[in-house]
């Protein structure tokens, strides 16, 4: 069982950026796309950012112009770049699989794995 790893977060001031990575094993193997997430302190999970299999990728209005998702440079691995970042933007950010691609994919994406918490000071 794979279960996705997201890591780089941290303190970052407002303007300032951070590189957040998911890693799953077998995801470049098994053509999956990634679905970003995050969840600020009491509230619901939302949405962030999405990049498919082919590699086109979609965002949330709140990000959108701001953050980047890509492939990883390293296997199995994407990669969420956050510019300009703001305080709204402090939140614990997960990833999973997007379960469209495919039966491993799906099962995968039942599970969130760690998060990491990014943190933006005014």
């Known amino acids: 069982r794979s279960q996705p790893v997201a890591s780089g977060g941290g303190l970052a001031q407002s303007g300032g950026s951070l590189r957040l990575s998911c890693r799953v094993p077998?995801?470049?193997?098994?053509?999956?796309?990634i679905d970003w997430f995050r969840q600020a302190d009491g509230m619901h999970k939302e949405w962030v950012a999405s990049i498919s299999q082919d590699g086109s990728a979609t965002y949330a209005n709140s990000v959108k112009g701001r953050f980047s998702v890509s492939k990883g440079d390293s296997g199995d691995t994407v990669d969420l770049q956050m510019d300009n970042l703001n305080p709204k933007d402090t939140a614990t950010y997960s990833c999973k699989t997007d379960p469209h691609g495919g039966a491993w994919c799906a099962d995968t994406s039942n599970y969130w794995g760690q998060g990491t918490r990014v943190t933006v000071s005014s």
């Open positions: 077998g995801l470049t193997e098994n053509g999956c796309g």
